[in-house]
């Protein structure tokens, strides 16, 4: 991260402005996670470049977690609200994560399937596509937090409570997005290279250490500041996709911690009752 100013004022006082406001709902949903800081040059929408582990000091104030087995081992900045303050006043707009358990930063905490509309499909697409994924995972007793992400993208991340691993997670999650694909081929598709054509993708290779997504309440890196919004379900097609922006989101945090409730709600879905 950069020590000098690499934004106008403008864009560098609305997005510390932002995270002044959303830091602390970031910070309670995925304390101590490993976060990469995203800078965009020259700003807004522009070239994304991300930090991955650390290769120079920070401030003692700065927590920070080591992955990996000793002498193979890489640091990374901890999410925490002084944390992400600190990476916003050194150029950060974005911040990403593969949101491990609290317990285990190379266990699971939650499962994450991103949904993007590619090639004209718009956003009533992808709520139908959010909607055929939710209805798969309730076939099979789990339920999913949705999060409505930066340009015509969407996110769905599903609470476990017992720290399962990736590999098993993701196997998982990989057969989950077969099956909505399967009910939906003219919509949906996990095809690495999709047809040119109006679908919405489905993704879930992130779900692995060091394969980031996008964590709720950050910033898309594009000219609006999209703010990554997680909504209730019972809002889908009523809060629209880049409706909330870091200039707008003061209305939409006050609300409170959106996401949190509903982890709170489904805190207890154990990932080992689905391999029984």
């Known amino acids: 991260m950069s ?9 560098r006082a609305v997005v510390l402005a932002h995270y002044e406001r ?6 309670a949903n995925f304390p101590l996670a490993p976060v990469e800081a995203i800078e965009y040059y020259p700003g807004p929408g522009g070239r994304a470049e991300y930090t991955a582990s650390l290769h120079r000091p920070v401030p003692d104030s700065i927590p920070t977690v080591e992955i990996g087995e000793f002498g193979h081992t890489r640091r990374y900045i901890a999410v925490a609200q002084n944390s992400l303050l600190w990476l916003v006043h050194h150029n950060a707009i974005g911040f990403a994560s593969w949101t491990p358990s609290p317990r285990d930063p190379e266990s699971v905490g939650f499962g ?3 949904l993007s509309a590619r090639y004209g499909a718009i956003a009533d697409d992808l709520e139908s596509a959010m909607l055929i994924v939710q209805s798969v995972l309730l076939d099979r007793r789990i339920a999913c937090i949705p999060v409505l992400g930066g340009d015509a993208t969407a996110a ?9 691993t990736y590999d098993t997670v993701r196997a998982w999650l990989h ?3 077969e099956t909505a694909a399967a009910h939906q081929p003219a919509l949906l598709t996990t ?6 054509q109006r679908l919405v993708h489905i993704c879930v290779a992130t779900n692995a250490v060091g394969r980031i997504s996008a964590l709720p309440y950050t910033l898309a890196g594009n000219a609006a500041l999209e703010m990554i919004t997680p909504i209730d379900w019972a809002e889908l ?4 996709n880049g409706a909330v922006t870091a200039h707008n989101s003061a209305e939409r945090l006050a609300k409170g911690d959106v996401f949190g409730q509903q982890a709170t709600a489904l805190g207890m879905q154990p990932f080992a009752e689905l391999r029984r």
């Open 175 to 177: 057969d989950v997005a």
């Open 156 to 164: 769905l991340f599903i609470p476990f409570c017992d720290a399962p």
């Open 22 to 27: 959303a830091a602390a709902f970031i910070a």
């Open 3 to 11: 020590s000098h100013t690499l934004y106008t004022p403008e864009v």
């Open 112 to 114: 994450r399937i991103i």
């Open 191 to 196: 095809a690495i290279d999709p047809p040119k």
């Open 237 to 240: 097609g009523t809060v629209r």
